[in-house]
């Protein structure tokens, strides 16, 4: 019998103008497949016959179904023809959803895996959910950023530019696990001269930011279970690394000179690594006291505890004497001092620095080349040059400056449209300020509706472990101009009309 041969449903337009008769094969048989004109394991017609057909050549049909093969959407069965494939390559492109019940969930700890043999670490389960970091324009009072519209690109990119065209052979092979070696000279001339740092460069460890010197910290000092303090209120960063490491988290509450210490030693007397940011407390910003200080490096010395000094915003100083450095006045090797470039600079540099005590530079190092190795070279290259040629004091000068005023402003504004609702602190350092609110003030619900008039607020409450004191909102001032820092002033007095004519009607400002 002679052999059946399948039609192909096709009606086909006379071919387009510049387009190869094969292009043009190849594009209505695929298109009739994915159609489902032409459905899977339908058998296809031998090249001869099509070529007679639609009066092509052989080869350009040869060359069509080779095509086909080649992309899985049809296949050859020797001795019996070529076949429409039975999975096409679009039903492998599309995994089949999850059901609702199989969705991973957001909660750490409570995350389902997508097999049942996988099983996270005791690290990984003890990590905080990841929340990407709010994007937007920048307005009042957007806390924790610095004015990075005034920060001189095009200078950093000269700066940059130069270092490239001089980079060696011997910058571009790597360098020091412990850093860039001139760039940790300049870090250690700046804080022994800016900080009342006592350092060398040989002490200097450069790091992604101060987080990386906390984690590196608390992976090298800390076992599971071991007490660690922090300040109560603060930085919750710092509260998830040590979470991460399994330390056991000891809160101390912060007075008006800073970490209460008397507490700390009642309540939880055996620590093994203190967590403070006694330059400019985060986020009351209070500054530790000298009597304070001695006393803490004191019983530190004594007690066999490690302390780690965040000198966060410290560059930022607008009034009162400089306080040295915790590093600087320690003598028995118990301080470990960590700060960041980011914060003051831009903060998609990631670049910092740790300074440790002598005896702990050897296992530092260690860890750093079986981790991150050495942050990327030629970013501490520019860094350094930024450094040395005096850009960066210049930058920091004219920032402070910069930042006072903005300060300066929003006090202003305050008193003449806040007062008797909010007192806002006049803080000595950094890049945010605290506002108490009058009792009977919800923060929550004046952050939210500050929300929907385009002001950005926190509340205090955010930053401590069970619900905060009294109402405290967060401000930040240094990322806005005086025109928005009024205008924000003029949105919260709005807020706080509307709520108390409220609170004078009902006892409650917000019902």
């Known amino acids: 019998m002679p052999r059946e041969t399948t039609s192909l449903p096709l009606s086909l337009p006379a071919p387009v103008a510049g387009v190869s008769l094969y292009d043009w094969l190849y594009k209505q048989l695929r298109a009739a497949i994915l159609e489902g004109r032409l459905h899977p394991g339908a058998r296809l017609p031998a090249t001869r016959d099509l070529a007679e057909s639609y009066r092509l050549s052989r080869t350009t049909v040869i060359t069509a179904f080779e095509q086909l093969k080649s992309e899985g959407y049809v296949e050859g069965r020797s001795g019996s023809g070529t076949y429409v494939s039975e999975v096409l390559p679009e039903q492998l492109l599309h995994a089949p959803e999850m059901s609702a019940q199989r969705r991973p969930t957001d909660s750490g700890a409570q995350r389902r895996l997508p097999h049942k043999r996988i099983s996270l670490s005791s690290y990984a389960k003890r990590l905080q959910p990841f929340r990407p970091v709010p994007a937007g324009p920048v307005r009042a009072f957007r806390a924790n950023q610095a004015a990075l519209d005034l920060f001189p690109t095009s200078l950093w990119g000269q700066v940059a530019?130069?270092?490239?065209?001089?980079?060696?052979?011997?910058?571009?092979?790597?360098?020091?696990?412990?850093?860039?070696?001139?760039?940790?000279?300049?870090?250690?001339?700046?804080?022994?001269?800016?900080?009342?740092?006592?350092?060398?460069?040989?002490?200097?460890?450069?790091?992604?930011?101060?987080?990386?010197?906390?984690?590196?910290?608390?992976?090298?000092?800390?076992?599971?279970?071991?007490?660690?303090?922090?300040?109560?209120?603060?930085?919750?960063?710092?509260?998830?690394?040590?979470?991460?490491?399994?330390?056991?988290?000891?809160?101390?509450?912060?007075?008006?000179?800073?970490?209460d210490l008397e507490y700390g030693i009642e309540r939880y007397p055996s620590p093994k690594l203190v967590y403070v940011t006694p330059a400019h407390q985060f986020p009351l910003g209070v500054t530790m006291s000298l009597r304070r200080r001695l006393r803490l490096l004191e019983w530190a010395r004594k007690s066999g505890v490690f302390i780690f000094e965040d000198d966060y915003d410290s560059e930022y100083r607008y009034s009162g004497r400089p306080v040295p450095a915790l590093?600087?006045?320690?003598?028995?090797?118990?301080?470990?001092?960590?700060?960041?470039?980011?914060?003051?600079?831009?903060?998609?540099?990631?670049?910092?620095?740790?300074?440790?005590?002598?005896?702990?530079?050897?296992?530092?190092?260690?860890?750093?080349?079986?981790?991150?190795?050495?942050?990327?070279?030629?970013?501490?290259?520019?860094?350094?040059?930024?450094?040395?040629?005096?850009?960066?004091?210049?930058?920091?000068?004219?920032?402070?400056?910069?930042?006072?005023?903005?300060?300066?402003?929003?006090?202003?504004?305050?008193?003449?449209?806040?007062?008797?609702?909010?007192?806002?602190?006049?803080?000595?350092?950094?890049?945010?300020?605290?506002?108490?609110?009058?009792?009977?003030?919800?923060?929550?619900?004046?952050?939210?509706?500050?929300?929907?008039?385009?002001?950005?607020?926190?509340?205090?409450?955010?930053?401590?472990?069970?619900?905060?004191?009294?109402?405290?909102?967060?401000?930040?001032?240094?990322?806005?101009?005086?025109?928005?820092?009024?205008?924000?002033?003029?949105?919260?007095?709005?807020?706080?009309?509307?709520?108390?004519?409220?609170?004078?009607?009902?006892?409650?400002?917000?019902?």
Not at 241 to 252: D, E, F, P, T, Y
Not at 351 to 359: A, K, T
């Open 161 to 259: 530019a130069s270092r490239l065209r001089r980079a060696s052979a011997r910058l571009l092979a790597g360098g020091e696990t412990l850093g860039y070696r001139p760039l940790r000279e300049a870090v250690a001339e700046y804080l022994n001269t800016s900080r009342g740092v006592k350092c060398t460069a040989d002490q200097v460890l450069i790091v992604s930011g101060a987080q990386e010197g906390l984690d590196r910290t608390a992976r090298l000092l800390l076992n599971p279970e071991d007490p660690a303090w922090i300040e109560e209120p603060g930085y919750p960063a710092a509260a998830a690394v040590l979470q991460a490491s399994g330390a056991k988290i000891c809160r101390v509450p912060v007075n008006q000179e800073g970490l």
């Open 327 to 511: 590093q600087g006045l320690d003598r028995a090797g118990v301080v470990i001092f960590g700060g960041s470039f980011s914060a003051v600079m831009f903060p998609a540099l990631r670049l910092g620095y740790l300074v440790v005590p002598p005896e702990l530079v050897d296992v530092f190092a260690a860890a750093q080349s079986v981790s991150t190795h050495h942050p990327p070279l030629l970013g501490q290259a520019v860094l350094c040059d930024f450094i040395n040629e005096g850009h960066f004091a210049r930058h920091i000068r004219r920032m402070r400056k910069v930042y006072a005023e903005r300060l300066g402003v929003l006090l202003k504004a305050a008193n003449e449209k806040l007062a008797g609702a909010i007192e806002i602190s006049n803080v000595e350092a950094g890049l945010q300020t605290v506002g108490c609110m009058q009792k009977g003030f919800d923060a929550d619900k004046v952050v939210e509706a500050a929300a929907k008039r385009d002001v950005e607020l926190k509340s205090l409450g955010r930053y401590y472990s069970a619900r905060a004191p009294g109402n405290g909102l967060v401000l930040g001032f240094a990322a806005i101009g005086p025109k928005e820092i009024r205008r924000g002033v003029e949105e919260l007095a709005g807020i706080f009309d509307e709520r108390k004519s409220i609170r004078d009607l009902t006892g409650n400002a917000f019902g």
